[in-house]
């Protein structure tokens, strides 16, 4: 399975981003979606996760300023980020859970990251 995370970039403090992360290869079905970052110098975070059935979770520290969104035709997630923060700053990556077949199990796979840089 290859992921494709686009939509990272420099914006201003206040500002906002899309990213999209497309997800291909050998798909039946993907159960869990979701976004982690990571900033310079500290470790990888969880920012979102969502359910084959829609259902978004996020930890009480992104609660209010991001939106993640799945589109199962398009093997697509999404995480709309608003009121940008300097501190948002980071590579972030997209991660999934897929299987090949009705009858394989789930495996893990994630994305090569895009840049997003919030600037003060």
């Known amino acids: 399975v290859q992921l494709q995370a686009s939509g990272g970039g420099l914006v201003q403090a206040g500002g906002s981003l899309r990213l999209s992360c497309a997800a291909s290869?050998?798909?039946?079905?993907?159960?869990?979606m979701g976004w982690y970052r990571q900033a310079p110098g500290k470790q990888r975070e969880l920012v979102a996760y969502i359910r084959s059935g829609g259902t978004a979770n996020y930890p009480d520290s992104m609660k209010g300023r991001f939106t993640i969104s799945r589109d199962n035709a398009k093997n697509t997630v999404y995480l709309q980020m608003n009121s940008l923060k300097p501190e948002d700053t980071g590579v972030y990556y997209c991660n999934l859970y897929s299987r090949p077949s009705p009858d394989a199990p789930y495996m893990n796979s994630w994305g090569q990251g895009t840049l997003v840089t919030v600037s003060s």
């Open positions: 290869g050998s798909i039946f079905n993907i159960n869990v």
